[in-house]
T-cell receptor, first 115, second 108 residues
């Protein structure tokens, strides 16, 4: 199992450009998440998808859109990148079960710089 | 929202020393995870521990949910233990809230 994979690993954009970060998991998990990590800080939730066909906002959703393409894939789109979106982006997945079990597993991250 | 505080923010030790990292949270939680972020940025799951005690080799963790804290113990530290340790909690709706982390440096 590859677990959670993300592409690309690194990306440099100019202000105003758009791009899509890709995430895929092969663990048959039903829930997927996008986080961002700024220097010296913990991760903050951008968006999540509890199941295929549903998405919900997290703590810092402004400037982002997401698509849960199927059970395996969850993409994050920046329509008009801004320097404030320079960060490391992590995708995660979990198999949410009754009783609150929700251990999340993380991908390797995408380091994005917006000039 | 729920607040997560980790202490100490930084810890520098010699190889072979033991350490205790603390995570306090401001409200009851459904889930709690400990992660190690290595120097390459990768997040490694250490423990899923909403309550009780677990051990994995030189690492162990204890969560006292009624008192709203969790402890991560590292014994006989090695240089490969260096990195940032994060505690993250979930209070419902599957949203993990992370602490600011403890940066651990193990010197040879």
């Amino acid at each position: 199992n590859a677990g959670v994979t993300q592409t690309p690993k690194f990306q440099v954009l100019k202000t105003g450009q758009s791009m899509t970060l890709q995430c895929a998991q092969d663990m048959n998990h039903n829930s997927m998440y996008w986080y961002r990590q700024d220097p010296g800080m913990g991760l903050r939730l951008i968006y999540y998808s509890a199941s295929e066909g549903t998405t919900d906002k997290g703590e810092v959703p402004n400037g982002y859109n997401v698509s849960r393409l199927n059970k395996r894939e969850f993409s994050l789109r920046l329509e008009s990148a801004a320097p404030s979106q320079t960060s490391v982006y992590f995708c995660a997945s979990s198999q949410t079960r009754g009783g609150g079990w929700n251990e999340q597993f993380f991908g390797p991250g995408t380091r994005l710089t917006v000039l | 929202g729920i607040q997560v505080e980790q202490s100490p923010p930084d810890l520098i030790l010699q190889e072979g020393a033991n350490s205790t990292l603390r995570c306090n949270f401001s409200d009851s939680v459904n889930n709690l995870q400990w992660f190690h972020q290595n120097p390459w940025g990768q997040l490694i799951n250490l423990f899923y521990i909403p309550s009780g005690t677990k051990q994995n080799g030189r690492l162990s963790a204890t969560t006292v949910a009624t008192e709203r804290y969790s402890l991560l113990y590292i014994s006989s530290s090695q240089t490969t233990d260096s990195g940032v340790y994060f505690c993250a909690v979930e209070r419902g709706a599957q949203k993990l809230v992370f602490g600011q982390g403890t940066r651990l440096t193990i010197n040879p």
